[in-house]
T-cell receptor, first 113, second 111 residues
């Protein structure tokens, strides 16, 4: 149990376009989901906490108008990278909270040309 | 703010040797979790420690939480090539409101 999926697993887009990434908890409900980004050989940096039915809480330095988060249901959170630029290229990972444990999705590799 | 450092950053060991990574926090923690991330993969939960001085074992892995609840260690006995990956600690601060990942230790096991 406790499986989290992400879609797409990788995406390449042109600079200036928007990209939506989905995070789903497949076999449990998650009131809280988290979005991270990870640069090569670096740790995970928390971007925001996504709460079902309310606004996301963003970490300091993360632009909420650029990284739109919607937690529409107890099993789905989406991250939209708006007007993407090459510096947004990264590995984006979501996690869903179940009890005290976070279960991570497989990640989405975003490349912005 | 919270700082979570792991040492060493990188470790190369011969297969069969032991390995230890340390996680150190600047503040007292509510709990600590350990994750393993294989190259190209996502973090996978290993264990959570809550009590001061707690020691837990999973086969060849031994996890310890410091008495002051500011540090933790992960020890692998007789490493195998399947142990390759980056080991992250993740901490929840005393308020329970913030969750941070450590800097990670990348383990390479040489056959």
């Amino acid at each position: 149990g406790a499986v989290v999926s992400q879609h797409p697993s990788w995406v390449i887009c042109k600079s200036g376009t928007s990209v939506k990434i989905e995070c789903r908890s497949l076999d449990f409900q998650a009131t809280t989901m988290f979005w991270y980004r990870q640069f090569p050989k670096q740790s995970l940096m928390l971007m925001a906490t996504s709460n079902e039915g309310s606004k996301a809480t963003y970490e300091q330095g993360v632009e909420k108008d650029k990284f739109l988060i919607n937690h529409a249901s107890l099993t789905l959170s989406t991250l939209t990278v708006t007007s993407a630029h090459p510096e947004d290229s990264s590995f984006y990972i979501c996690s869903a909270e179940r009890g005290d444990t976070q279960y991570f999705g497989p990640g989405t590799r975003l490349t912005v040309l | 703010g919270q700082q979570v450092m792991q040492i060493p950053q990188y470790q190369h060991v011969q297969e069969g040797e032991d390995f230890t990574t340390y996680c150190n926090s600047s503040t007292t923690l509510s709990n600590i979790q350990w994750y393993k991330q294989r190259p190209g993969g996502h973090p996978v939960f290993l264990i959570q420690l809550v009590k001061s001085g707690e020691v837990k074992k999973q086969k060849r892995l031994t996890f310890q939480f410091g008495e002051a609840k500011k540090n933790s260690s992960l020890h692998i006995t007789a490493t195998q090539t399947t142990d390759v990956g980056t080991y992250f600690c993740a901490v929840t601060d005393k308020t329970g409101n913030q969750f941070y990942f450590g800097t990670g230790t990348s383990l390479t096991v040489i056959p």
